[in-house]
């Protein structure tokens, strides 16, 4: 057995203001948010995948995406700082990934981390910590 980590990007358009934040935050303004979603798993030579990249795709976008994309983050999140989305983001993807172990053992998959770059230069991870 190998463990291994994959990880997929997204991408999606968003707007928010930061209310309790004394400088431009606090102006109504978007960023093109990139995500990282890295899972892990085990493979051998029976096993090929940690998982489907289709299958990750699927379930970001039906849970993430769909909602986030070209929407106000103020209406999703109390205070939508990139720390505070990736704490909900991975909330949400871990709660699918853990309930698909249950039905599949053999999947031993287990969301590691969650990348939200707000700009090019900046990102908040969260590892479920
Ligand atoms: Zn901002």
New binding site residues.
């Given amino acids: 057995m190998s463990k291994v980590y994959i990880t997929k990007r997204f991408t999606f358009e968003a707007c928010?203001r930061?209310d309790k934040y004394a400088g431009k935050?606090s102006n109504l303004?978007g960023?093109s948010y990139k995500l990282e979603v890295t899972i892990s798993g085990n493979v051998n030579k029976n096993k090929r995948f940690v998982m489907d990249f289709a299958d990750l795709k699927g379930i970001v976008h039906a849970l993430i995406i769909s909602s986030h994309d070209h929407n106000y983050l103020n209406n999703l999140y109390v205070e939508p700082t990139a720390e505070h989305m990736a704490v909900g983001i991975f909330n949400q993807i871990d709660k699918v990934i853990q309930e698909d172990n249950l039905l599949n053992a053999d999947l031993e998959t287990k969301l590691e981390s969650v990348k939200l770059w707000?700009t090019e230069d900046s990102y908040a991870e969260y590892r479920g910590e």
């Fill in positions: 928010h930061l935050c303004h960023h707000e």
